[in-house]
């Protein structure tokens, strides 16, 4: 679905990512890992074509990222960005509509198709009662599950998150990921995310990228690469497993500090 | 949706022509509105004999000229709001308007033709247009790597724009006082002694189509800034489409009558207010009743203390400031 060959990804002359030969499957959710600058926002910008990389170059289906007409290329893949700031007082449902935009060719107003994805996918955040509310004055956790609707109302196969869990309450974080689970399951979508909670992000993930932050990566199947001490040693931090029924638990230790 | 503003649209349109009508029969000499339908005929065979017609004649070209001015400045701030993703920015933001007065203020210094004038503050303009393409490009970059927002063009702008002004209140003092006054009025923005051109029709009808075309693209981008590359939208290229077009109808609003102020700041906010942000009806919207907003204040302006005129950009402000204040008001609540 994405592959990275010899990717670099470079800020200032630091270089964060080295020589990433990556490869993501149809079907498949990968969580990136790794501490605060290590370059993971980095990369799934790059990945979604709004920076350049360095070296190397980013395949969707095969096709380098530069020959994708941006239009075909929203189709194909949807990015949730970090942040948001909302400077005008669209509704709920203007923002989610506007996601329809790559299927509109040159129509100047939206379908009732549009309405109907935009209202599905409002449902499936359960944020359809909020579909007339001006987004500015949404809290930080119904304006994430609105950003991430208008996400799945893009209905592309490939979905780039920039850490979806952000500002929602426990229930929604296990929702929303129960949810992107589904889709890569189901529906066949292709998940790539970036996450700090490792718990969530082994209960969902069938794959995960550790980023070191100095060049360094290692890529992998969650069995092999989400293992205590591979873990300890990319967030430099101990950590402990725990096993509790079929979930993994991982807990962070105290340091005598 | 569609329904809602099309009717909006063909309202306004309606409005619009009303403005048109009341400026024509308001002054000095009170038209009927009987026999503006003879003096309208007259006008148009070319040849106005009865007095209605000869008054209507004067009153017209002014009326049109502020309705094209009023427009031009009020999609222009749309554009540079939409640009910037700042609902409180206007044409004048980014000193284009401040350029054209350092032109239009050095030929009336020197004691220039009109059109000499009016080819300064155009060349003003299009050079600090052009002064700050070239310092900000970073910010107006093609492509779909666009990176961050566009605080360095904003910036610049503003810096620019001081630099124009202090050039401005120079000529004003070294200026003798038997030009100030004229001066002073082209600062405040006046529509008395502007002709009637079709330059700036051309150019706001040029305009209105590249805006209603990229309307949907303008909504994508306000609401995803740089994100919007990933929805299809070419941000590099519509940022430079509304760099250059916002500046061209700033431009050529400002040659025409000087800079008027509040316009281009109070109408889009206002439509957007009224009429909600989607640019498919704030765009035609915001055309039309700026428009119709100067024609009024124009009216206003020649009538209210006649037979002394007022410049229109000193009624502009004060029917402009409290509108804005009231509504800046409600928007921090």
Request: no cysteine; aromatic share 4%; glycine share 12%.
């Given at each position: 679905m994405i592959a990275t060959e010899q990717l670099r990804l470079n800020i200032g002359r630091r270089t964060l990512i080295d020589a990433l030969d990556w490869r993501v499957g149809s079907g498949e959710c990968w969580s990136v890992i790794g501490r605060n600058g290590a370059g993971k926002s980095t990369l799934l910008r790059t990945l979604a074509g709004l920076r350049a990389p360095d070296a190397g170059r980013v395949l969707v289906e095969g096709r380098?990222?530069?020959?994708?007409?941006l239009a075909d290329l929203a189709r194909t893949r949807a990015f949730l960005a970090q942040s948001r700031n909302d400077a005008f007082a669209y509704s709920v449902i203007e923002t989610v509509l506007s996601a329809r935009h790559p299927y509109h060719?040159?129509?100047y107003w939206e379908d009732s198709d549009d309405h109907h994805a935009a209202l599905r996918a409002l449902e499936a955040m359960e944020v359809?009662?909020?579909?007339?509310?001006?987004?500015?004055?949404?809290?930080g956790g119904e304006r994430q599950r609105v950003a991430i609707a208008a996400m799945l109302a893009q209905d592309t196969p490939l979905l780039l998150l920039d850490e979806p869990a952000n500002a929602l309450d426990l229930a929604h974080q296990v929702s929303v990921m129960a949810l992107l689970a589904k889709l890569c399951r189901e529906q066949k979508k292709t998940v790539v995310m970036v996450g700090h909670d490792l718990t969530l992000a082994h209960s969902v993930s069938t794959h995960a990228l550790l980023l070191m932050g100095d060049g360094r990566w290692l890529a992998g199947p969650v069995s092999e690469v989400m293992q205590p001490d591979v873990l300890s040693e990319y967030l430099q931090h101990p950590i402990d497993v725990v096993r509790h029924g079929s979930r993994t638990i991982f807990i962070p230790m105290e340091t005598s500090a | 949706m569609r329904y809602k503003a099309s009717l909006i649209t063909i309202g306004l349109i309606l409005v619009s022509f009303a403005s048109l009508i009341v400026a024509g029969m308001t002054g000095s000499v009170v038209i009927p509105l009987s026999e503006m339908p003879d003096a309208l005929r007259e006008l148009l065979d070319g040849q106005p004999v009865s007095l209605a017609a000869n008054v209507l004649d004067l009153r017209a070209g002014r009326a049109v000229t502020a309705f094209v001015t009023g427009a031009s400045l009020s999609l222009a701030g749309m554009m540079m709001q939409a640009l910037l993703r700042n609902p409180l920015a206007d044409p004048y933001v980014l000193g284009i308007s401040s350029g054209a007065s350092v032109g239009a203020l050095a030929a009336l210094l020197f004691m220039c033709a009109a059109w000499v004038v009016d080819a300064a503050a155009f060349g003003g303009a299009v050079a600090v247009c052009l002064l700050l393409y070239l310092l900000a490009r970073r910010d107006l970059r093609g492509g779909n790597a666009a990176d961050g927002g566009t605080a360095l063009l904003l910036l610049t702008g503003v810096i620019l724009s001081s630099a124009c002004i202090a050039l401005v209140t120079l000529m004003l003092s070294i200026a003798p006082d038997s030009r100030l006054r004229t001066m002073v009025f082209w600062l405040i923005g006046d529509l008395s002694g502007a002709p009637f051109r079709w330059l700036p029709w051309f150019i706001l009808a040029g305009s209105l189509m590249y805006t209603l075309r990229n309307a949907r693209a303008l909504n994508v981008m306000a609401l995803h800034a740089e994100a919007a590359a990933t929805l299809g939208i070419r941000v590099g290229a519509l940022r430079k489409g509304l760099f250059f077009i916002s500046a061209l109808l700033t431009a050529s609003a400002v040659t025409n009558?000087?800079?008027?102020?509040f316009v281009g700041l109070i109408v889009p906010h206002a439509c957007r207010f009224a009429f909600g942000p989607d640019h498919r009806l704030l765009v035609p919207s915001a055309t039309l009743v700026g428009g119709a907003y100067l024609v009024l204040a124009d009216t206003l302006a020649r009538t209210i203390i006649a037979p002394q005129q007022l410049p229109v950009g000193v009624v502009t402000a004060l029917i402009g400031t409290p509108v804005f204040l009231y509504q800046l008001h409600r928007l921090r609540k």
């Open positions: 380098p990222l530069p020959a994708w007409p060719g040159n129509r359809a009662d909020l579909a007339e509310r001006d987004v500015r004055t949404l809290s | 009558a000087g800079s008027v102020g």
